[in-house]
C-alpha cells in the first residue's frame, strides 16, 4: 500500500511507478482510494469512475479544495522511477504525481487543518476535454467542488501561477478560381490571399494586461497553413488555423470579436472551432490571499489554459502551485527535483495548518 504517511519523496516514486496513461487509471485510482481510506481519519471518501474524492466536515470557516489529475501521457522509455543528481525521474514526475503526492500526504499528516478539505484525483486530463474526469465530477457531483479557493497541483517551479489565459482557434478560408499555373491570370490564387492575413498577424501588437498583480500577455498567431492542388495548379481554396491565446478580463465571445476586428475588410471567412475562457485570479479572496502569503509573495499569471477556469467559472478563485518545471512535462526526460516536493509540502502544510 502506498505510504502517505511517509516521505512525500518515495510516495511521488510510488505513484510514478504505477502506470497510468489516461483511460489506464484504474490500479492507481484503487491504490489512491485504499490508501486513503487506511491511513487517514475524518474524511468522507468516494468514488466516481476512476476519480476520488475526499472531503472533511470540521465547521472550518473555510474550505480548500485540493485538486490532481492520476493520468499522465505515454510513457516514452521513463519507467520505472529513478533519482540521479538530486532529482526524480520518470513519466508524471513533474505532471503531476508530484503534486498528487504533496496532497496526498498532507491529507494524512495535517491533523488540525485551519480549512475543511476537499481532495479531488481524477482521471483523463491529458486528452481530450470532453472525457475529462473533471468535467464529469462538474455534471455528476457538483456539490463536491464548491470550495473557497481551489489549488491545483499542477506543475508551477514552486511559484503560485493564478487563473489562466482563454484559448480560441479559428479557420480563417480565402477562395479563388482554380486555372493552369502556365495561364495564371486566368485564376485567383487563394493561397495568395492569406498574404494579407499573414501580414496582420506579423503586424499584431500583443496586448498585456496586469489583474491582481499578475501579467497576462496576449498573443495571436498563425499554428497552420492548407492548400494547393498540384504542383501547377492555381488553387482555389486555401486556409489558415489561427489560435488565440487571450487574458481572462476578456471572455470568449468578446476575444471572437476581437480576431474580427483584427481581420477585418479582408477577403476571407472566420468560423470558430473551438474555445475556451480564462480564468481570473481572483487573489483578493481572503482564503486566495493567505495562500500568497504562505508563499512568500512568489505569484506569476498562468501562461496556457488549465482546469482552474472550471472553478473559475463556478466562481472559486483558482490557482496552479506544485512541484517541477512546466517546461519539462510529457518530455522523454521528465523529472522533477527532490526538493520541490519537500518545498511544496512546507509551504502547504503552513498554509493549511494556519
Known sequence: MLDLAGDPVALTAALVDIPSVSRDEGRIADEVEAALRAQTTGFEIIRNGNAVLARTALGR??????????DTVPVADNLPSRIENDELHGCGTADMKS????????AATVTEPAHDLTLVFYDCEEIDSAANGLGRLERELPDWLAA??????????GFIEAGCQGTLRVVVSASGTRAHSARSWLGDNAIHKLGAVLDRLAD?????????????REGLSAVRVDGGVAGNVIPDAASVTINFRFAPDRSPDAALQHVHEVLDGLDVEIALTDSAAGALPGLAAPAATALVEAAGGQVRAKYGWTDVSR??????????????????AH???ERVPVANITAAVGMLRGYLGG
Not at 64 to 70: C, E, F, N
Not at 148 to 157: F, K, N, R
Open 99 to 106: 503534486g498528487d503526492a504533496v496532497f496526498l500526504h498532507l
Open 148 to 157: 473557497d479557493v481551489a489549488v491545483l497541483g499542477e506543475p508551477t517551479a
Open 331 to 333: 518530455k522523454r526526460d
Open 311 to 328: 472553478f473559475a467559472a463556478r466562481g472559486i478563485p483558482a490557482v496552479n502551485y506544485g512541484p517541477g518545471d512546466p517546461n519539462l
Open 204 to 216: 499584431y501588437q500583443a496586448r498585456s494586461v496586469d489583474i491582481d498583480g499578475c501579467v497576462y
Open 61 to 70: 470557516p473555510s474550505r480548500v479544495l485540493l485538486a490532481g489529475h492520476l
